[in-house]
Antibody, heavy 119, light 107 residues
Framework: EVQLVESGGGLVQPGGSLRLSCAASGFSFSDFWITWVRQAPGRGLEWVANINQDERERYYVDSVRGRFTISRDNAKNSVYLQLNSLRAEDTAVYYC????????????WGQGTLVTVSS | ASRMTQSPSSFSASTGDRVTITCRASRDIGTYLAWYQQTPGKAPKLLIYGASTLHTGVPSRFSGGGSGTDFTLTISSLQSEDFATYYCQQYYDYPLTFGGGTKVDFK
């Protein structure tokens, strides 16, 4: 069974940092791109970042580029999202998801982890 | 960037109704479109990709259509578990973008 489990969310002050983790199981992790998608409270979905199998390709939405960094450790079947210089508008549930083999859409999702940026 | 616009943003329906949700792209995205379903407090679930291909395990009452800039998601006979919010997503180019969502609630 494909599973993705996020962790690392919490309350952080504006300007602070946080590292989110996504632990994967039930599939050949090193064969797949992984993505992060976020959802602000009561709002819609927003794609944040993608990473390919060997970390050579990484893509970000403009609003986080230069502040967030996506990375992965295939030996640990894990993907990470380092969040720096956090702003109130980064408050959201952050989901990791597996990117389908045939296109940049997302076939399995984790349950999400909540990041709250507030003083 | 390809902007995705869904309509309506919400509507009410009854069990057994046939419902159609539309999604419009700001430019031609071919059939690089996916649909997701999300219920409150849960992660989204993939329903359809390639504009019309059902993901594994998705009931056949769901169908998708369209190409270019105009797309539809149709539920042929609404079931109780289908009351949810639906999102389209284009994967033609970066940044990957979602529509604003369409909430289907009980009439």
């Amino acid at each position: 069974e494909v599973q993705l489990v996020e962790s690392g969310g919490g309350l952080v002050q504006p300007g602070g940092s946080l590292r989110l983790s996504c632990a994967a199981s039930g599939f050949s992790f090193s064969d797949f791109w992984i993505t992060w998608v976020r959802q602000a409270p009561g709002r819609g979905l927003e794609w944040v970042a993608n990473i390919n199998q060997d970390e050579r390709e990484r893509y970000y939405v403009d609003s986080v580029r230069g502040r967030f960094t996506i990375s992965r450790d295939n030996a640990k079947n894990s993907v990470y999202l380092q969040l720096n210089s956090l702003r109130a508008e980064d408050t959201a549930v952050y989901y990791c998801a597996r990117v389908h083999t045939y296109g940049y859409y997302f076939d399995y999702w984790g349950q999400g982890t909540l990041v709250t940026v507030s003083s | 960037a390809s902007r995705m616009t869904q309509s309506p943003s919400s509507f009410s329906a009854s069990t057994g109704d046939r419902v159609t949700i539309t999604c419009r792209a700001s430019r031609d995205i071919g059939t690089y479109l996916a649909w997701y379903q999300q219920t409150p407090g849960k992660a989204p679930k993939l329903l359809i990709y390639g504009a019309s291909t059902l993901h594994t395990g998705v009931p056949s009452r769901f169908s998708g259509g369209g190409s270019g800039t105009d797309f539809t998601l149709t539920i042929s006979s609404l079931q109780s578990e289908d009351f949810a919010t639906y999102y389209c997503q284009q994967y033609y180019d970066y940044p990957l973008t979602f529509g604003g969502g369409t909430k289907v609630d009980f009439k």
